[in-house]
């Protein structure tokens, strides 16, 4: 079961004939109502309720809406593959979600080389907004600030008159627009990307809350698995026994038996640091020097950076970096003797 791979259509006459017209609501509102029984939640990562922030954009004057391609995130490339198979989807959904809470203006903010069709049947046209390539770039008061000409970094300021939305969340609202919520609850799906030591790195559909066990399956695990760190780099790393009935996330990076994972970590945290935009003070000394203390090996000097660092950022970029480092001690404490 695919539901969305498989609604795949390049072009907008293809879309039509294979997924039917763009089925506009009767009145405000019903949109809304109809994501909120399907149980909608954003796909960007913090898996909010979708039809409360429909909702709220709705009670405001003429709010922007944007659709967000930026994908940050290195380990994955959903967001990529998804703009690719069913651009029309995403469209149909922008539009949508631009209906419903009338908007004044309708952006899409994606990378460099984000390609998305001109079409006919659309009520608003689409401004593109080129999104840098940084891992920061993508979070939601940075998308704000880059569409509102500024540079593309998180403040503390969340405007209230944006609506901003992962792109696979918008192709899921133009589903429950055509098929119902009855049918979107039955069919709800989830786009995860495998790589690390797998035989078939990519992009997978699977029904909601696969087993993380699932997801190495499908991309052929290269045997015997360490670790898995599942939802990206500011994700957790889980050891086989932790993986059994644990939920699965959208990013999945399997580690083979003969790697490190402190060393793997090391890596990611050093990218991190690296990718930090130099605002806070938890992110322009907090981060280089716990990239520092991990290349070192310095376990009670990296415990204390993490305590430090942790919630004390405008953003979740040093919050997510100590979750990373918590469970990297926690799981791979026989690499520390
Ligand atoms: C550091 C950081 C980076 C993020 N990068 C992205 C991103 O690249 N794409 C994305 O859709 N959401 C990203 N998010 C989540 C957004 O802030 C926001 O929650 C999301 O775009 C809202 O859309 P949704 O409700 O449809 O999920 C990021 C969040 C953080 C803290
Ligand atoms: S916490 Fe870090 S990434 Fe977030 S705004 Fe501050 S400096 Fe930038």
Known sequence: MRPLLDAAARSEDEH??????LPWPSAPGVLIGAVQEAGLTGRGGA????WRKLARAAVTDRPVVIANAAEGEPASSKDKVLLSHCPHLVLDGLQLAAEAVGASRVYL???KGTVVPKRKSDRYPIVHVQAPDTFTAGESSAVMAAVAGRPARPTDRSREDMLVQN??????????ARYGPRWFRQHDSFLATVSGAVKRPGVYEVPKNPEVRQLLDLADAI???????VGGYHGTWLRPH???????????????TNESGLTKTTEIVRYLASQSTRQCGPCRFG????AEAMTRRQWPQVRRLVELVDGRGACHHPDGTARLVRSALAAFGEERR
């Open 287 to 290: 981060l280089p020097a716990l």
């Open 167 to 176: 792109v696979e969340t918008l192709a899921r609202i133009a589903q429950i």
């Open 242 to 256: 932790d993986i059994v009935d644990d939920p699965g996330a959208g990013v999945a990076i399997a580690l083979h």
């Open 223 to 229: 045997e015997p698995t360490k670790a898995v760190l």
């Open 109 to 111: 903010y994606g990378p």
């Open 16 to 21: 039509i004939d294979r997924n039917g017209p």
């Open 47 to 50: 898996n909010f309720p979708t």
